[in-house]
């Protein structure tokens, strides 16, 4: 074989791309010492991913600003052809105006993806010359402040859109979200008091995490998972506790395609304001459930519960977390309502539940009680006891073990650590 053959030099150019793509841009840019066949190889890159990196073993903050905002600028300087992806993320950034001119740049390279990250000082304020980049598919977001200007109608091509510690008005993102008719995934992270109505025909995935006022998904037909955290201000839960309206159907009463559901701190005792069980959603598709922190000494979320996995005859998977009064639970008034018959059913694809945080509260335990006796399926039953219980954990044990299983397969894993 001839030693100076050079058979990398030769590949196709995509190939090359692929390979200079895998490396860090400052590794893909000194590529350009190799041989003058390789000097503008990486100055036709398509996707382009910067962080601090690219200042060296700088430690001051001064200079690291200076070198990643001359790295930046020459790099674009001196682009061939069409960028598609751009994803900026640097602690030192967020004052430098040389950003607007970057922006101002991309939106005349046809960017498909962006994603900013701009340090953890002042927010950065997102140019105008943002919203004219409308061949935008994916749009990633954190630590900025978004305000349209009025000529905006939105992104015609966007699908995915996550907006993390951005400052923008409560009407303006339900604007920016209606006005995106491809919109398929959404994330809002760490927004404060906000009522949020979403809609968006073709969205698939959810995400939501913050202080919610209140959510109501109004138009989202094709929705398949949903994950909710809703963090709780003295004056959001007195809101709460007041509210007339059914939060259940607001949330959960327009999705028939729904998967997965997670529900984080307090999701269940939001669902359960106002709900009065009375129209039955039947979701023939959700096969995973996870909810977090339910009070069951409260007996409108054990009904919310209840609610959700009585009505999805395909459901797989179930996870639930407890957040237990044990004074309170523990008088358990209502224990006679697990001899109803509405709770005559058959969980008939349910293979899998793990209970974690568990009390041995009298209604978590008639809970686990009625899982095992309507699951013929179930191989797994996984409990895990709260770290502040420590007296009651044999007890819990010897009841768990008395309990009558649907399932000859099914394993009790009590998981006591």
Partial sequence: MDSEADFISDLPQNIIETILTKLPIEDAVRSSLLSSTWR????????IVIDDACAGLSTEKGLIEEKVVKFITHFLFLHNGPIHKFSLS????????????????????????LVLELGEGEWFRAPSCLFACQKLTRLELIRCELD????????SCLKYLNLQQVLISP????SLISNCPLLENLTLSYFDSLALTVRAPNLKHLCLEGEFKDIWLKDTPR????????????DIAERFEQSSSCNFDKVLGGVP????????????????????????????????????????????????????????????ELKISGSSNTTMATQAPDLDFWKNESLDCTFGQLHTVRMSDMSGVPHEMQFIKFLLGNSPVLEIMSIAPSTYVTDGRMHMLVDLLR?????????IIYNRD
Wanted: glycine content about 4%; overall charge neutral; charged content about 20%.
């Fill in 40 to 47: 503008y190889r990486w100055a036709n890159l398509t996707d």
């Fill in 403 to 411: 309990f009558k299983r649907a399932s000859a397969l099914a394993e």
């Fill in 257 to 316: 395609c729904l998967e997965s559901l997670i529900g984080h701190i307090y999701f269940t005792q939001y669902l359960s304001l106002g709900n009065n069980m009375k129209r039955i959603q039947i979701y023939h598709h959700l096969k995973i459930i996870e909810l977090y922190q339910v009070r069951f000494e409260d007996m409108k979320e054990i009904l919310v519960v209840l609610q959700l996995i009585m009505n999805a005859p395909n459901l797989q």
């Fill in 90 to 113: 640097s602690m030192y950034l967020q004052n430098s105006p040389d950003v607007d001119q970057w922006l101002l740049f991309l939106s005349r390279k046809g960017i498909k993806e």
């Fill in 223 to 234: 929705l398949v998972s949903i994950s909710v955290a809703m963090y709780m201000t003295d």
């Fill in 148 to 155: 349209p200007p009025p000529n905006f109608r939105g992104f």
């Fill in 171 to 174: 009407e303006m993102v339900e």
